[in-house]
């Protein structure tokens, strides 16, 4: 889901710390200029072998802005309450990209976060539409299918335990019923009142 583009003042309050062994492995990640989130770092090595590769590498950096997209969980509410029930959103402040991921999903598997993160990737502009959304969904879908292709006890999880879960298997349930194509997903972002007020088509998701 793409947020709409804000801009703000901060100011910082420097303050010093202790190095812990933890932060340390942070700052020697290749996803440290990411997140310090240890769980979110695993969801993005999740991507490596699957088609989340080309999502890997947008957040690390190979995106229209050139920078490191921000990740992080949160809680969306907080920035609106519109935003309460979201699965995440896609921000830019200025020329920097950050995905939220709702701070509800912080003890989903990582690889049902690097599915989720799959789609959020894909929005790195103000701009969004249903062919967006669409294709966002469906390589959320594929991703998630290929994650659990390749670690099979993923099946095994209670979707009633796990909201993201849920989703996902939601997502591919639609994927197969369509052949595998996004037509049946393309229906339900259609449909979704959160996205009622998007274009059929955004910058490079025209016809």
Not at 3 to 19: D, E, N, Q, T, Y
Not at 22 to 41: C, G, I, K, M, P
Not at 127 to 138: A, H, N, P, R
Not at 172 to 187: G, L, P, Q, V
């Amino acid at each position: 889901m793409r947020g709409a583009k804000v801009f703000f003042v901060g100011i910082a309050i420097p303050f010093l710390m202790a190095a812990t062994p933890q932060a340390q492995v942070f700052q020697n990640s290749v996803y440290s200029s990411v997140t310090t989130n240890s769980l979110l770092e695993q969801a993005l090595d999740c991507m490596k072998g699957t088609s989340g590769e080309w999502s890997q590498k947008a957040i690390l950096g190979e995106n229209l802005t050139k920078k490191p997209i921000k990740v992080e969980f949160k809680n969306l509410s907080q920035i609106s309450p519109m935003y309460a029930t979201f699965d995440a959103l896609g921000w830019k402040d200025g020329d920097q990209l950050y995905i939220y991921i709702n701070n509800k999903h912080n003890n989903a598997p990582p690889e049902a976060l690097a599915s989720l993160l799959c789609h959020e990737a894909v929005h790195q502009d103000p701009f969004s539409s249903i062919e967006e959304e669409t294709y966002g969904w469906g390589y959320e879908a594929k991703a998630w299918l290929q994650m659990k292709e390749r670690k099979p006890e993923l099946n095994n999880l209670d979707p009633n335990e796990c909201a993201l879960v849920r989703r996902l298997n939601t997502l591919e349930s639609m994927f197969k019923a369509a052949n595998y194509t996004t037509s049946k997903i393309r229906e339900s972002v259609s449909t979704n009142p959160g996205y009622k007020n998007l274009p059929l088509y955004s910058p490079g998701f025209g016809k």
